[in-house]
C-alpha cells in the first residue's frame, strides 16, 4: 500500500515523525483534511477567522508579517485558540536565506515565529543550510517544516529536477521535515505530507498569477492530504458555511481515495 490509498490512521503510524504523527491523527479525528489561509492584515480578522473556523480546520495559515496591528496578544489569543478547537498553526514564512540567517528569522524578530508556529514553510533553493538553520533554533517534537518543492503560481521556476533535489534535502531531515508543498503526486514515504495550495470552488486564476483547481483535483490527480484554501473561504459572504462545504468536498475525496 503506498501513500495514496493508505487511511490516515495507517500513515500516522508509518510516520517517523512526531508532528507528522500528531497531524495525521489530529485529520482523522476531526475529519478535515482542510487548512485555511488567512491573509488578512488586520489581528481582530485574524483572531474572529480562526475562532469561526477553528472547527472545521486541521491547519490555520498565517502570513503574519502582513498584520498590521501585531502584537504579543494576537499570538496568546491564536495559541488559545489552537488549543480550543484542536487545529495546528502554520506560519507560511518560506524561509529561503542562508541557514545563519533564517536561524534568527525563525527565532527572533517581534514575530518570535518559533515560539508559537507549529510549522513553518521554507524553499530549500539556498541547499540544506536552511534546514540546518531552522534545526538549529527549532528542533523539537512539536516544531516542523513544509519543504516548497512546488508553487502553484503560474511561471514558477520549479523544474522537474528542482522538485526532486527539493524531497532528497527534505529526507535528509525527516526529523524535522514533515512534508512538501507541491503540485504533483510526488514520491513519498506513508507517513510524509504532501500540501496543495491553489484550490477555489470559484475561481479558476487570479490576476497575479495565482492558478485555481477543485478540492477534487487537488486531492486525486494532485495527491494532495491537506488542501489549502484562502479567499475561496475568507472571501466568501459565509465563510463558516463555506468551510464546511470545503472541509467535507476535501476529506470525502481522501476517503475515496483510501478506498481505490
Ligand atoms: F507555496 C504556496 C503556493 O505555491 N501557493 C500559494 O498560494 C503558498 N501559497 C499560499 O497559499 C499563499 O501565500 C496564500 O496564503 C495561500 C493561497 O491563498 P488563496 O487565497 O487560496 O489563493
Known sequence: QSRINMPLMERAKAATNPLAQRLLTLMDRKKSNLCVAVDTQSSVELISMAEKLG????????????????????IQKLKELSEKHD???????KFADIGNTVKMQYKGGVHNICDWAHLVTAHPVAGPGVLQGLCKAGLRDDRGCVIIA???SSGNLNTPAYIEDSIKIGNSFGGFVIGYVCQSSIDVDAGVILFTPGVSLDASSDSLGQQYVTPETAV??????????????????????????????????LCKRFES
Open 55 to 74: 472547527p472545521y480546520i486541521c491547519l490555520l495559515k498565517t502570513h503574519i508579517d502582513i498584520i498590521d496591528d501585531f502584537s504579543k496578544e494576537t
Open 87 to 93: 487545529f495546528l498553526l502554520f506560519e507560511d514564512r
Open 150 to 152: 512546488e508553487m502553484s
Open 220 to 253: 486525486n490527480e494532485k495527491g494532495a492530504d491537506v488542501v489549502i484554501v484562502g479567499r475561496g473561504i475568507t472571501g466568501s459572504e459565509n465563510p463558516v458555511e463555506r468551510a464546511e462545504q470545503y472541509r467535507k468536498r476535501c476529506y470525502d475525496a
